[in-house]
């Protein structure tokens, strides 16, 4: 089975916040949507203190505590299948215990290998949390392969909702993505489950973008 764990608290909320603005230029360049606590000054110019004053002030446990709820229902029926998909990837990093990190701010979803994954909860309904995890888990299975091919970041977005689309029967919504991100699709539909060959050939478009 696929261990999971949560995480949350007003030490962590301060430091996803700070996370989120040490990479806001990124954000903004690549059109991502972003929450943050209320400042009095402007995200570019607030001090740490002002950081700790404003988390502080708009923390509560309870829709963590929500959250946590409904993503332990969820996994336990969705973990078999993620234990599928990760032992048909030709590639794939093999997950057996993963950290669900919860926030209110940054981003909606992020990673950092080898397991740890970080959901904002920010206008989310918690019985639809599990989506996030799932996307989650399969940047982390092949995130080993899109680092040693650099891949793209759009590429890299698109192959993942390709896999989820794929093995989840098209139950779940794909993201809007620039449309030359949408080159790789021919490709996985010839090489999948060959992430290896994927991501090769997935380099190579890069040229030519």
């Known amino acids: 089975m696929i261990s999971i764990e949560f995480e949350y608290g007003l030490d962590s909320e301060v430091q996803r916040v700070q996370n989120t603005l040490d990479d806001l230029k990124w954000l903004k360049e690549n059109k991502y949507r972003y929450s943050l606590p ?3 000054s402007e995200p570019e110019k ?8 404003s988390v502080k002030k708009e923390y509560s446990t309870v829709e963590f505590k929500i959250a946590e709820e409904a993503v332990r229902s969820a996994w336990e029926e969705k973990w078999t299948k993620i234990e599928k998909i990760q032992n048909t990837i030709i590639g794939a990093d093999k997950l057996d215990h993963i950290k669900i990190v919860f926030t209110r701010y940054g981003t909606g979803g992020s990673y950092r290998i080898p397991n740890r994954i970080v959901i904002n909860l920010q206008g989310k309904i918690p019985e639809y949390l599990i989506k996030t995890v799932i996307h989650e888990c399969i940047h982390l299975m092949i995130e080993n392969l899109i680092l040693k091919n650099k891949v793209a970041h759009w590429h890299k977005e698109r ?11 098209s139950a779940f919504k794909m993201q809007n993505v620039p449309d030359f991100a949408k080159n790789i699709d021919s490709i996985f539909k010839e090489f999948y489950p060959d992430m290896i060959s994927i991501t090769e050939k997935a380099s190579k478009l890069m040229s030519v973008i």
Not at 46 to 53: L, P, R, Y
Not at 159 to 169: K, P
């Open 38 to 40: 209320v400042f009095q």
């Open 46 to 53: 607030v001090s740490n203190e002002e950081i700790q004053n």
């Open 159 to 169: 192959i993942v909702d390709l896999i989820m689309d794929r093995e989840f029967e």
